[in-house]
């Protein structure tokens, strides 16, 4: 069937829940209301108030209770409004959903979700458009994915609830209701920490994820190189090997991510690659990313956010050497 990204996830959840009477939905709105993107709707109706919990305003709050339920046997999926907002749950995610696991030798588990809407391009207010997922995937013991398309989304969520650790599950917000593709209706898992080759290429290898992997694929469309483009799902786990192997047959590796440049995700993918794949690079690492300031509000966000035109240079400068 098609769907778009909201109604795939919105899927994920309810097939999961109907399947396991352990996952529950908690968070501001997400009843009655079916969120702020109208993500959950449907769901209060059909499974009730002691699965799809509307929470007071408190992230924390909101975060605390979904760690108690996890390791008291559900599986939480919690809704935090927008990625702006997420911040203030990371004093319960590092400090114990982390580590829970190595706190009791394994005999708790934290199986929860913690989903927000991720990311800029829809011209939002201020921390509603942020993209830091690189201080999710810094924690040890808690899983970082971010999905690019509405098949991606539904398995990989899919994959994210039935995990027995904690998963911060980030969505893009400008791919929400932007396309519609065939997903499959019956349920599916897409293992967490396996990239995906969108398009291969001998030239240049471009690693990104989210949402802009569609900027990247616009791009290539009228390329004159051969351009192997990666989508890395998950930041943690990351998947290494995929990336290291394209790289080493290209010789060249441009990062493409909106979140700010210094200490962002794509530094770390880079150092990497210097680590692993340096003998076969034919030219500098490449990042094309946001800049170290704040996300802007409306007027100046197509100039933060990169775009076609700012891979071509990157790609035009990388194909100098």
Same mark, same amino acid.
């Given at each position: 069937?098609?769907?778009?990204?909201?109604?795939?996830?919105?899927?994920?959840?309810?097939?999961?829940?109907?399947?396991?009477?352990?996952v529950m939905v908690m968070g501001e709105d997400v009843g009655k209301d079916g969120g702020?993107?109208?993500?959950?709707?449907?769901?209060?109706?059909?499974?009730?108030?002691?699965?799809?919990?509307?929470?007071?305003?408190?992230?924390?709050?909101?975060?605390?209770?979904?760690?108690?339920?996890?390791?008291?046997?559900?599986?939480?999926?919690?809704?935090?409004?927008?990625?702006?907002?997420?911040?203030?749950?990371?004093?319960?995610?590092?400090?114990?959903?982390?580590?829970?696991?190595?706190?009791?030798?394994?005999?708790?588990?934290?199986?929860?979700?913690?989903?927000?809407?991720?990311?800029?391009?829809? #011209?939002?207010? =201020?921390?509603?458009?942020? *993209?830091?997922? %690189?201080?999710?995937?810094?924690?040890? $013991?808690?899983?970082?994915? @971010?999905?690019?398309?509405?098949?991606?989304?539904?398995?990989?969520?899919?994959?994210?609830?039935?995990?027995?650790?904690?998963?911060?599950?980030f969505e893009p917000k400008r791919l929400y209701r932007a396309f519609k593709e065939e997903?499959?209706?019956?349920?599916?898992?897409?293992?967490?920490?396996?990239?995906?080759?969108?398009?291969?290429?001998?030239?240049?290898?471009?690693?990104?994820?989210?949402?802009?992997?569609?900027?990247?694929?616009?791009?290539?469309?009228?390329?004159?190189?051969?351009?192997?483009?990666?989508?890395?799902?998950?930041?943690?786990?990351?998947?290494?090997?995929?990336?290291?192997a394209s790289v080493k047959k290209t010789g060249r590796a441009i990062i493409v991510s909106?979140?700010?440049?210094?200490?962002?995700?794509?530094?770390?993918?880079?150092? #990497?690659?210097? =680590?692993?794949?340096?003998? *076969?690079?034919? %030219?500098?690492?490449?990042?094309?990313? $946001?800049?170290?300031?704040? @996300?802007?509000?409306?007027?100046?966000?197509?100039?933060?956010?990169?775009?076609?035109?700012?891979?071509?240079?990157?790609?035009?400068?990388?194909?100098?050497?």
């Open positions: 069937m098609q769907l778009n990204l909201v109604q795939a996830i919105n899927q994920a959840m309810y097939q999961e829940m109907e399947r396991d009477k352990s702020v993107f109208r993500v959950t709707q449907g769901l209060l109706e059909k499974f009730g108030e002691a699965r799809v919990v509307d929470t007071p305003l408190a992230e924390a709050g909101i975060m605390g209770t979904a760690i108690g339920l996890a390791v008291n046997g559900m599986r939480p999926v919690l809704e935090i409004q927008f990625d702006g907002f997420t911040y203030i749950t990371l004093n319960q995610l590092i400090s114990h959903a982390a580590r829970m696991r190595m706190r009791s030798r394994g005999k708790y588990t934290v199986p929860l979700v913690m989903r927000a809407p991720w990311g800029g391009g829809v #011209r939002a207010l =201020e921390h509603h458009s942020e *993209s830091m997922e %690189a201080i999710y995937a810094h924690i040890p $013991g808690v899983k970082t994915v @971010i999905p690019s398309s509405p098949k991606e989304a539904k398995g990989l969520l899919i994959s994210a609830i039935r995990d027995p650790d904690p998963v911060v599950f997903v499959p209706e019956e349920p599916y898992t897409i293992p967490l920490g396996e990239a995906r080759i969108l398009q291969e290429g001998k030239d240049i290898t471009m690693i990104t994820w989210g949402s802009l992997t569609r900027t990247c694929m616009e791009y290539v469309q009228n390329a004159k190189y051969g351009i192997e483009i990666i989508d890395i799902r998950s930041l943690s786990p990351f998947d290494e090997n995929t990336v290291l909106e979140s700010p440049k210094s200490g962002g995700f794509a530094a770390e993918i880079s150092a #990497r690659i210097a =680590e692993k794949a340096l003998m *076969s690079l034919n %030219a500098p690492i490449l990042r094309v990313s $946001g800049y170290d300031v704040p @996300i802007p509000l409306a007027k100046l966000e197509d100039y933060y956010l990169p775009d076609t035109a700012r891979i071509g240079k990157a790609v035009e400068e990388i194909m100098k050497y």
